[in-house]
C-alpha cells in the first residue's frame, strides 16, 4: 500500500486529488494539509507515508521550503510538486529542493497515479508537458566537457544507458532500446546513479544533457 500526503492550499483540488488516488487498490491517503506548516507536521506525526503532492505556491511555507526542510526529516516520502505553474524555473528550483517528481495540475488522473507510483518505486518524473523546457534551460547552460564525464569511469554500456536516461526513457524502453533484460537495465541504472552521485534519474538526465549524450 502506498500511503500518500496532500498539501495544497485549494480544498478542491485536494479533494480531487483524494477522490482520485483513493480510486487506487493500491494507494492509500493518509494526511491532508491546507499549507507547508501543517503538511510537516503531519509528516512528522506519520512516518509510513511514501509520498507527498506538495504544492509551490501555499500560504504560511510554500511548497519548495517545505521541501527543502522534508528532506531533511528521516524517513522523509518522495515529493512530487503539483502546481499551475510550468515555468522551468520552478521545476529547477523543485529538483534543487529535493522533489522527485513534478507535475502540473492540468495533468491527468492517469499521469497522476503513474506518477505516485513511479515515485513510490524509488524513481523519479517529469511532466512530458514541463520536460522539454527543463531540458532547454540546461542546454542553455553550455555542455560539460567530456574529460569531466570521463572521470565518472562509466562502461561503455553505463554510458549508453545514461544516454538514453537523458533522452527521457524509462527503464522498459532502454531495455528494448539496448536488447537487455530488465533486470540488467537496473543494474546498470544504479551503477550509473552510483558512480555520477546522482540522487535519482532527474539529476542523471541533466547530467546526461550537458556532457552532451543526450539530444
Known sequence: MIRVAIADDQELVRDGF???????PDIQVAAEAADGRQFLDAVRRDSRIDVAL?????????GLQATRELVTIPHAPAVIVVTTFDDDAYVLDAIAAGARGFLLKRSSA????AAVRTV??????LSAEVTGAVLDRVRATGPASRVELAAYQLTARETD???LIGAGLNNNEIAERLYLSMSTVKTHVTNVLAKTGSRDRVRAAILAIQAGLAP
Open 110 to 113: 492517469r499521469d497522476l497515479i
Open 54 to 62: 506538495v504544492d509551490i505556491r501555499m500560504p504560511v511555507l510554500d
Open 18 to 24: 483524494s477522490l482520485i488516488l483513493r480510486s487506487q
Open 120 to 125: 513510490a518505486a524509488g524513481e523519479a518524473v
Open 161 to 163: 544507458v545514461l544516454a
